[in-house]
Nanobody, 128 residues
Framework: QVQLVESGGGLVQAGGSLRLSCAASGRTFSRYTTGWFRQAPGNEREFVVAISWSGDTIYYANSVKGRFTISRDSARNTVYLQMNSLIPEDTAVYYC?????????????????????WGEGTLVTVSS
């Protein structure tokens, strides 16, 4: 089993930056695709970004491309999400995820219903 714990959420003004961390324990991240979803109040959980187990392939949602950057530190079993140029529409609970499926599947509407491991989420609030 894998346990995922997010941290780094908080309140930030529009245009600011925030860095989220997702620390994994238990089963290794090796051979797992990892990434982030987010869920705003009243909305469905939506795909943000996925990174392959090797770190060589990354998929970003169009809404965050160019502003968010995902990275992995395999030695520390940690995934990071650097969020720059934040806008109020980024306000959501951000959930770390790990799944055996390739990152190209993560943006599919039904993918979130079968994710192998979820973190419990960290709240990001972007003020205007």
């Amino acid at each position: 089993q894998v346990q995922l714990v997010e941290s780094g959420g908080g309140l930030v003004q529009a245009g600011g930056s925030l860095r989220l961390s997702c620390a994994a324990s238990g089963r290794t991240f090796s051979r797992y695709t990892t990434g982030w979803f987010r869920q705003a109040p009243g909305n469905e959980r939506e795909f943000v970004v996925a990174i392959s187990w090797s770190g060589d392939t990354i998929y970003y949602a169009n809404s965050v491309k160019g502003r968010f950057t995902i990275s992995r530190d395999s030695a520390r079993n940690t995934v990071y999400l650097q969020m720059n140029s934040l806008i109020p529409e980024d306000t959501a609970v951000y959930y770390c995820a790990a799944d055996a499926r390739d990152g190209s599947f993560w943006s599919a509407p039904g993918f979130k219903n079968g994710v192998d491991y979820w973190g419990e989420g960290t709240l990001v609030t972007v003020s205007s």
